[in-house]
């Protein structure tokens, strides 16, 4: 099981100095992400998506409102839910697999077992030969893939990735997209995934959650058969496309009423 | 055409004698700099009255006295026993108080004021107050060592923890890892490099430290011999200590340099990639 609930989450930042104001990054947002589905956040910088995620993960503290998995409430950051940084944050010191070792070794594990776990994760993401590189020695995409293998390797219930491909070139983008899509496929993962990228939600999404000033604006189903197949076909589809211009429509509609 | 052609040709020649040239080795520029220094300071130190200067060759023998005697070794032995006591304790006690003013806010607030301030002040000053409590051994000097180096060694910790990037704590944290794990594991390792340039910077002002010890207390170790040498107008034999100190910090500082390159080898690595 994989289940993850926003209920009712707001969240309010205080902005400190000559004039203090209370800013809110999101508002009263509920959704719900079912078991092994992908559900995207979308929406403007500036519209919560982040902190929307934050919150699921625990780094962020709901001002009201608060998170579910899996039915049962959650306080603070768990092993249930797995965190993809947005620049990866790989800990510079550490090879690949001790990076993705890292995480298990807060989990508990020990020995011959974290070796092998972190290896077999490591070659999930198909990075095996390069175990023993640090950091700075792995491309952006290297270092993006082991982020998700060390997210991936202490079996969280959810994967949360916050606009991990974000910073990468637009064909190392698409080649993790598409690994992306794969992994998921094998590992049937529940994972929110927050983008600005409008095909990138729509290319991996089963929902799109669209958001804005810290609301939730709309959900859009994205009717798209899975496995997602050859990914240059699929964007060029009319379905595609159609599904695009929905979740562009939700963005572009007027705003929202002012509180 | 003709023209062109010599043209190309002497570009040729020009290129391969430009090739054939290998750059001088720094160390050999270095070399050459401290030969002709040591040769000019022997030329015209020797016309200098020998009370207000010296020369090489003259410190050489002055040296060589001192080596024979016993006395330099002796020497040497008294003034670098309380510092590599007070050294080793500065960062037994430097490294985790910086660490702890770096991450807690409260600490921070209640000392950092402190540390700070004792790093400002002239901690020479102290020195009467010390031999009053410490007497003049072995200890006093420990003590002023110690206040000299612990201070830059927190100070640099503490600033090197403040800028660990807020994302690599955030791992930590998503992974649900205790405190003390992420002051371990994360922290510490991200804040080496700034540790590592606090240990360069108390060594320079160990050894500071460690002269001025020797003159305000006990006449003893190397700054007992430059006291006592200045006091019998022998200038050349209170230029050995200096040379000593001189070639004992430059050593202690390559050898903290070439501890970093080994504890923390990804920094250079990173310097190395950009």
Redesign the interface.
């Known amino acids: 099981m994989g289940e993850v609930s926003l209920v009712d989450v707001s969240k309010q930042f205080t902005s400190r100095g000559s004039n203090p104001h209370t800013v809110f990054a999101l508002r009263r947002v509920s959704f719900t992400i079912r078991d092994g589905e992908v559900a995207v956040l979308i929406g403007p910088s500036g519209c919560g998506k982040t902190t929307a995620l934050r919150v699921a993960?625990?780094?962020e503290q709901a001002s009201h409102g608060h998170v579910m998995v899996d039915g049962r409430e959650v306080h603070g950051?768990?092993?249930d839910?797995?965190?993809v940084?947005q620049?990866a944050?790989l800990?510079?010191?550490l090879t690949a697999l001790q990076n993705v070792a890292?995480?298990l070794e807060?989990?508990g594990m020990r020995g011959a077992a974290l070796h092998d776990t972190a290896m077999r994760y490591l070659e999930l993401v198909g990075l095996k030969d390069s175990w023993n590189r640090?950091p700075?020695?792995l491309s952006g995409g290297m270092r993006q893939r082991v982020g998700i293998a060390r997210a991936l390797a202490?079996d969280p219930k959810v994967l949360l990735m916050d606009e991990p491909f974000g910073a990468l070139d637009a064909q190392t983008r698409e080649s993790l997209q598409v690994e992306l899509l794969d992994i998921q496929a094998r590992t049937g993962k529940t994972i929110l995934f927050v983008t600005h990228d409008l095909d990138e939600a729509v290319l991996l999404a089963d929902r799109v959650v669209v958001m804005r000033d810290g609301e939730l604006q709309e959900i859009v189903d994205v009717a798209l058969p899975r496995p997602r197949g050859d990914i240059g076909a699929l964007r060029s589809s009319p379905e595609f496309g159609a599904i695009r211009y929905r979740i562009w429509q939700a963005l572009h509609q007027a705003p929202a009423v002012v509180h | 055409m003709v023209d062109l052609a010599g043209q190309n040709l002497s570009l040729d020649a020009a290129v391969s004698r430009r090739a054939k040239r290998r750059p001088v080795p720094r160390w050999v520029i270095t070399c050459a700099t401290i030969a002709a220094f040591v040769l000019a300071w022997e030329i015209f130190g020797r016309d200098v009255n020998p009370v207000f200067g010296s020369y090489p060759s003259a410190i050489a023998v002055a040296g060589w006295e001192l080596i024979e005697s016993g006395e330099l070794g002796k020497a040497l032995l008294e003034s670098v026993q309380p510092f590599v006591l007070a050294y080793a304790l500065s960062i037994v006690i430097g490294v985790p108080l910086g660490l702890v003013l770096g991450r807690s806010r409260v600490a921070e607030a209640a000392l950092g004021i402190f540390v700070t301030g004792a790093h400002a002040m002239p901690l020479v000053a102290l020195v009467p107050l010390l031999v009053l409590w410490l007497g003049l051994g072995f200890w006093v000097k420990v003590a002023v060592i110690f206040l000299m180096c612990v201070f830059p060694i927190a100070i640099n910790t503490w600033l090197g923890v403040k800028v660990v990037s807020k994302s690599l704590i955030e791992v930590g944290r998503a992974f649900v890892a205790s405190d003390f794990v992420i002051m371990r594991r994360i922290v510490l390792p991200a804040t080496l490099p700034y540790i590592m340039a606090g240990l360069k910077l108390a060594v320079g002002r160990g050894v500071v430290a460690m002269v001025i010890a020797e003159f305000f207390t006990a006449i003893s170790g190397l700054g007992g011999i430059i006291i006592n040498s200045a006091n019998a107008f022998d200038t050349a034999r209170m230029f050995v200590p200096i040379v000593v100190l001189m070639v004992l910090a430059t050593l202690l500082n390559a050898l903290v340099g070439a501890i970093e390159k080994r504890v923390a080898p990804w920094q250079a690595e990173m310097a190395a990639h950009d």
Do not use: D, S, T, V
Request: glycine letters at 18%; charged letters at 15%.
């Open positions: 993960m625990g780094l950051c768990g092993h839910r797995g965190m940084f620049h944050e800990l510079p010191w890292f995480g807060m989990k640090r700075h020695q202490i």
